[in-house]
């Protein structure tokens, strides 16, 4: 069992940046691979960068490659996704997911495979 809570939303610039964080208020990051996946209004959720429970895999869609990174710190329980260059197209609200434990070093861009999730933090991107 985790419980996810992301933070750092906000109003922003084009070309500007963010950096969302997702903590694990209950339970523990460790063994778990974790993602990012957001939501545009009228549109469904979709996957944007995932990170292995080691963090020696990590994969993006193909609209945020070469700006956004994800990384995680076990320690702190947290992972993050540092948003740069940002986009119009960029708006909407950002979910943080987790899987269960696993052994396993590859980490999934499907939604199904992650059990849990936190409630979102909206990110707005003005033009």
């Known amino acids: 069992q985790v419980q996810l809570i992301e933070s750092g939303g906000g109003l922003v610039q084009a070309g500007g940046s963010l950096r969302l964080s997702c903590a694990a208020s209950?339970?523990?990051?460790?063994?778990?691979?974790v993602a990012w996946f957001r939501q545009a209004p009228g549109k469904e959720r979709e996957f944007v960068a995932t990170i292995s429970r080691t963090a020696g895999n990590t994969r993006y869609t193909d609209s945020v490659k070469g700006r956004f990174t994800i990384s995680r710190d076990n320690v702190k329980n947290t992972v993050y996704l540092q948003m740069n260059s940002l986009k119009p197209e960029d708006t909407a609200v950002y979910y943080c997911?987790?899987?269960?434990?696993?052994?396993?070093?590859?980490?999934?861009?499907?939604?199904?495979?992650?059990?849990?999730w936190g409630q979102g933090t909206q990110v707005t991107v003005s033009s």
């Open positions: 209950i339970g523990t990051f460790s063994g778990r691979a």
């Open positions: 997911a987790a899987t269960v434990t696993t052994t396993v070093s590859t980490a999934s861009t499907r939604q199904g495979e992650y059990s849990y």
